[in-house]
């Protein structure tokens, strides 16, 4: 079965600050690897544990995208994408602003 993926606005934006047109291209085609395989990411502990953890790189740079599953609707829901560094602090925020 194939998922839907879904960002949010600010994920939209999370992707215009990776940097170059290619850094968001590679963060896009590591996202369209969830519509097939959404648990591909780490599973993640703590507040985030409903949460996983799409590790990817460029140059220099690690980055994440950290998304939610509900397998009843097939559906990938990404919170926070962005630099290793700033980025779990980023979904905490986020994730206790949607609730």
Avoid at 3 to 30: C, F, M, P, R
Avoid at 80 to 89: C, D, F, S, W
Wanted: proline share 2%; net charge positive; charged share 25%.
């Amino acid at each position: 079965m194939k998922y839907e993926v879904y960002i949010t606005a600010k994920v939209e934006k999370d992707l215009e600050n990776l940097g170059s047109n290619k850094n968001k291209s590679l963060a896009i085609q590591k996202l369209k690897l969830l519509i097939d395989n959404p648990y591909l990411g780490q599973s993640l502990s703590g507040v985030l544990s409903e949460y996983y953890s799409l590790h990817f790189s460029f140059p220099g740079s690690q980055a994440r995208a950290i998304y939610t599953v509900t397998d009843n609707k097939l559906i990938v829901l990404v919170i926070a994408v962005g630099h290793r560094e700033e980025i779990y602090k980023l979904a905490v925020k986020r994730s206790k602003a949607s609730k």
